[in-house]
């Protein structure tokens, strides 16, 4: 089964940059379609990006394009998110989801699992 685990957050600056992963201890990670949503205290959970399930095409929410990059290695069950020039605004819990639907999708009730989320702090 997918079981995904996310890590690589963390306290940073205003400005700064963090690597996000997301590693599903299954074997069929390939077979899905993943994304990215984030959740800030008293906000409803937003998409953030998204990766076909080879990687081939890729999604993002308009906030955060030109700044943060998707991207996925099926032979390592991995997904990363690059978030670079930080905003404070985007202090929130990351998660990451699988979508068994090959393309993804910008809405949270698509996708099928979800890992516990890391917490990303960005400081002015």
């Known amino acids: 089964q997918v079981q995904l685990v996310e890590s690589g957050g963390g306290l940073v600056q205003a400005g700064g940059s963090l690597r996000l992963s997301c590693v599903d201890s299954?074997?069929?990670?390939?077979?899905?379609?993943v994304g990215w949503f984030r959740q800030a205290p008293g906000k409803e959970r937003e998409f953030v990006a998204a990766?076909?399930?080879?990687?081939?095409?890729?999604y993002y929410a308009d906030s955060v394009k030109g700044r943060f990059t998707i991207s996925r290695d099926n032979d390592k069950n991995t997904v990363l998110l690059q978030m670079n020039s930080l905003k404070p605004e985007e202090t929130a819990v990351y998660y990451c989801?699988?979508?068994?639907?090959?393309?993804?999708?910008?809405?949270?009730?698509?996708?099928?699992?979800w890992g516990q989320g890391t917490q990303v702090t960005v400081s002015s």
């Open positions: 299954g074997r069929t990670f390939s077979n899905y379609a």
């Open positions: 990766i076909s399930w080879r990687g081939g095409n890729t």
């Open positions: 989801a699988a979508d068994a639907r090959a393309e993804g999708s910008i809405y949270a009730g698509a996708y099928d699992y």
